[in-house]
Structures are given as C-alpha cells and as structure tokens.
C-alpha cells in the first residue's frame, strides 16, 4: 500500500472548517483513500474513503485531487467533540489484503 | 446502529498466564480483525479472519496468539502466555464483503500484564 504524509498536528477554531491534508504522491489506480480518526484512545472511527471522485457524508468531505497524489479531509464546522487523531490510509481492495495500515496521523485540536 | 463490541474493556493479569480477549462483530459482516495499540504508539494490524481461516497475519502475530470464531457471534483472541510486552490496548474491527470493505472498530479490551 502506498506511504501517506500529514501534519503531525493542526489546530481549528470551533464551528469552523478543518481541512486536514494527505500527501500520497506513489498511490497507484486501485488504491483507495480512507479516512478514519481516533478519540483519545477509543476505537478508530471510519470517516469516509473515495477512490478519485470527491466524496461527502454526514460526517465530512473527502476532495481528492484530479492527480490523486494528495486528498483534503474536510470537517466542514468543527466542535470540541472532533478534537482526535486524523488518520489517513491508503488502501488497495485486491486479493485478500484488506488491513489498514495506521501511520501516525494528525492531531487536531479543535479550540473553543 | 449497530456496532462492535468488545469484552473486557480491562483486563489485568500476570505474566505467563492465558488471556481471552472477547468480540462481537456486526451481525452482517464476515470479515474480522484484531488491532493493538501499545500505549503512546500506533495502531497496528495483527490478524484478519474470513471463511473460519486467517486470511493474513503480521510479525507480531506469533504461535502465542490464536484466533478463534467459536460461535456465530463472537470472534476471540486468545494469548496464550502473556508477556509483559503484550500490555496494549486491543481492538476487533469487522468489515461487510459488499461496499469497499470499510472497517468498523470496537471500543477495544486494554491488557495490563505485570
């Protein structure tokens, strides 16, 4: 799977957008971009994924770039509740290697 | 909506001895996962399970650790001689064969072995 890059930490005013990026500049075309985030030690969570079209759910917006070599994980008004660690995985769905791979993410605070 | 859970959400216990940590993963999914987390480190992936069989496991999945899906319902992980280095906390994730395969965690056991 391909290596992801992203800020070690961000910090977000409340009720304002958190736009979270992710550097993938080696994924290759049957690769996916998931998103998950972990709140102080809990279970990850699963955000959203796309493969190269832009994606929204209730959670957020994933915008991926036409090159698909970066993504923008986008909390579209942050509350204090989304204060976690941003996880940002690239995975492909071939054979039968479905595990993520967890980097060390981005730290976002959301402050009041 | 539905969610993994686990059992315990703490468990102590002495080096050398046997622990089982439990799961239950969504009702529909056929997919299973075990993931660590040492505390201040990252998540890593230890096991996935499909059809009664590992599908894939990593380095640190060694002859000390099994998986076991004993029932229609549940999904272990058992340690078999636990180590003072196995202190971690430890999710379950299941996952649908429909979609692309997103995993969803449980709130995960957190092992203490002194």
């Known amino acids: 799977d391909a290596k992801t890059t992203q800020p070690p930490s961000m910090d977000c005013a409340e009720g304002r957008a958190a736009n979270l990026p992710c550097n993938h500049s080696t994924i290759s075309g049957n690769e996916y971009v998931y998103w998950y985030r972990q709140i102080h030690s809990q279970g990850p969570q699963y955000i959203i994924h796309?493969?190269?079209n832009n994606e929204t759910n209730e959670m957020a917006s994933l915008i991926i770039t036409e090159d698909r070599k970066s993504s923008t994980l986008i909390l579209p008004h942050a509350t204090l509740r989304d204060t976690a660690v941003y996880y940002c995985?690239?995975?492909?769905?071939?054979?039968?290697?479905?595990?993520?791979?967890f980097g060390k993410g981005t730290l976002l605070t959301v402050n009041p | 909506e539905p969610e993994v859970t686990q059992t315990p959400s703490h468990q102590v216990t002495q080096m050398g001895q046997e622990v089982i940590l439990r799961c239950v993963p969504i009702s529909n999914h056929l997919y299973f996962y075990w993931y660590r987390q040492i505390l201040g480190q990252k998540v890593e992936f230890l096991v996935s399970f499909y059809n009664n069989e590992i599908s894939e496991k990593s380095e640190i999945f060694d002859d000390q650790f099994s998986v076991e899906r004993p029932d229609g319902s549940n999904f272990t992980l058992k340690i078999r001689s636990t180590k003072l280095e196995d202190s971690a906390m430890y999710f379950c994730?299941?996952?649908?064969?429909?979609?692309?395969?997103?995993?969803?965690f449980g709130p995960g056991t957190r092992l203490t072995v002194t």
């Open positions: 995985i690239v995975r492909s769905l071939g054979g039968s290697n479905y595990k993520l791979t």
């Open positions: 796309g493969l190269k």
């Open positions: 994730a299941s996952s649908d064969w429909t979609g692309d395969y997103e995993q969803y």
